[in-house]
Structure formats: C-alpha cells, structure tokens
C-alpha cells in the first residue's frame, strides 16, 4: 500500500482539522509515503517520521500553493485511502469532518456530489 522508502519532498501542507470543522476535497491525483519532520509539540530537535497520504487538489480547492494536502493522522489515512485506491467518481467529492479533540480525534469520511 505504501511505498515505505519513498520520501515526499516538502513543502509539507499538513491537513489540521479542528473539532467539528469539515473540508471537502476534489482529488485529481495522490501519492503515499512518508516524511520526516519537526512536531510543534516536540522538544527541540525532536523528530517524528509518518506515513502520508499526499492529495493534489485543484488549484480553485486550494488557490495557494502547494495544491496539496497531506494526511499524516493515522485514523484518517486509511480510511482516505481506500476511497482513494477505490476511486472517486466524477462529479464527487471527499469530506473529511473532525470528530473530537486530539489525542482522541476521530474523523467521519465520505463521498459527497460536488
């Protein structure tokens, strides 16, 4: 599922969701890998590396660059995934909501017409 030597190269556009808030994102690719980076919340010079799932929208979804989203939340990349590898029919959509506060966040995901 995983190409676990690929590096996906930065900028990293990391998906934060806050609890309750809701995106709807209109994939045109995505890639998997990983990445190692600086957590806001790490000790300095503390390193934390994760599996992502790197989704290229379109650039009115996300008019500033990059014209991606990582998702790195390990609840939420395989339910992401799937829809991706499954394939999302045209003239739909992925929502992804926020379900709870960190570290118990949970996340709701769906197709939806667009």
């Known amino acids: 599922m995983f ?3 690929k590096e996906l190269v930065g900028p990293y556009e990391i998906l934060e969701l806050a609890a309750g808030e809701t995106i709807i994102l209109r994939p045109v690719s995505y890639e998997t890998g990983r990445f190692t980076f600086h957590p806001r919340w790490m000790a ?3 390193l934390k590396t994760v599996l992502a799932v ?3 929208v379109r650039p009115e979804d996300k008019p500033t660059f990059p014209h991606y ?3 790195t939340a390990a609840t939420l990349v ?4 799937a ?3 499954a394939g999302i029919p045209e003239g739909y959509g992925v ?3 926020a379900v709870g506060t960190a570290p118990e966040k949970r ?3 769906g197709l939806v017409p667009v």
């Open 54 to 56: 790197r989704i290229h």
């Open 83 to 85: 829809l991706l590898t």
């Open 107 to 109: 996340f709701e995901v």
């Open 69 to 71: 989203y990582d998702v």
């Open 95 to 97: 929502r992804i909501r």
């Open 3 to 5: 190409e676990a030597a």
């Open 78 to 81: 395989p339910q992401v995934l």
């Open 44 to 46: 300095p010079g503390g």
